[in-house]
């Protein structure tokens, strides 16, 4: 059974970074379109940042310049380093995974991914 288990979440003041780990178990996604997407409160789920099997990078407006996402391991696949971060990044943030390789994908559109994990809050204070 294939999961992917987010980490790294929490309370930050204004400003501050913190980095998000998802781990998957199951299967290896080392070299697999990846993303990270987020849901705050009354919001739908909206993209955030991904990065392709051949490690394009892909980021919302709102996140560019301040979030980055990498891939370092089979285990780890991807991460999300988030740097400066604000109030308005309040939310659960998902990792998301393509189940086949090397597919050319929309990398923003949630429904080109197969598996999601529960997601990780992070909370942002003013």
């Known amino acids: 059974q294939v999961q992917l288990i987010e980490s790294g979440g929490g309370l930050v003041q204004a400003g501050g970074s913190l980095r998000l780990s998802c781990e998957a178990s199951?299967?290896?996604?080392?070299?697999?379109?990846m993303a990270w997407f987020r849901q705050a409160p009354g919001k739908e789920r909206e993209f955030v940042a991904a990065?392709?099997?051949?490690?394009?990078?892909y980021y919302a407006d709102s996140v560019k310049g301040r979030f980055t996402i990498s891939r370092h391991s089979a285990k780890n696949p991807v991460y999300l380093e988030m740097n400066n971060l604000k109030p308005e990044d309040t939310a659960v943030y998902y990792c998301?995974?393509?189940?086949?390789?090397?597919?050319?994908?929309?990398?923003?559109?949630?429904?080109?991914?197969?598996?999601w994990g529960q997601g990780t809050q992070v909370t942002v204070s003013s």
């Open positions: 998301a995974a393509d189940k086949d390789y090397g597919r050319v994908i929309l990398m923003f559109i949630e429904s080109e991914y197969d598996y």
């Open positions: 199951g299967r290896t996604f080392s070299s697999y379109n």
């Open positions: 990065i392709s099997w051949n490690g394009i990078t």
